[in-house]
């Protein structure tokens, strides 16, 4: 059975910084994508960063871009999610996904496509 572990969620002043871990365990194949989505309050869920771990190719919604950076640990069946130059608009719980096998990274990522779930992790940015 899969699971996902995600930590370091956490409260941070604007233009700070947060590392997202996610701890996955149970995957019976290599081929998987994982990644993590966001939801504020009042909002839809949305896909943020995901990672192929096959092929590497790497999906960042517009609003992250050039301030997040998502990274993979093939042997851990981990991935890190560094958060930089944090907006208020950032606020949400942070969950992080996975699908296995991975036939394709989709762009935008859907909630939908994916089967294994975090349980979220909370990040506050404050003005």
């Known amino acids: 059975q899969v699971k996902l572990v995600e930590s370091g969620g956490g409260s941070v002043q604007a233009g700070g910084s947060l590392r997202l871990s996610c701890a996955g365990s149970?995957?019976?194949?290599?081929?998987?994508?994982m990644g993590w989505f966001r939801q504020a309050p009042g909002k839809e869920r949305e896909g943020v960063t995901i990672i192929d771990f096959g092929g590497g190719g790497k999906y960042y919604a517009d609003s992250v871009k050039g301030r997040f950076t998502i990274s993979q640990d093939n042997a851990r069946d981990t991935v890190y999610l560094q958060m930089n130059s944090l907006k208020p608009e950032d606020t949400a719980m942070y969950y992080c996904?996975?699908?296995?096998?991975?036939?394709?990274?989709?762009?935008?990522?859907?909630?939908?496509?994916?089967?294994?779930w975090g349980q979220g992790t909370q990040v506050a940015v404050s003005s």
């Open positions: 149970g995957f019976s194949y290599s081929s998987k994508c």
């Open positions: 996904a996975a699908v296995s096998p991975c036939a394709r990274l989709g762009t935008p990522p859907r909630d939908y496509e994916y089967n294994h």
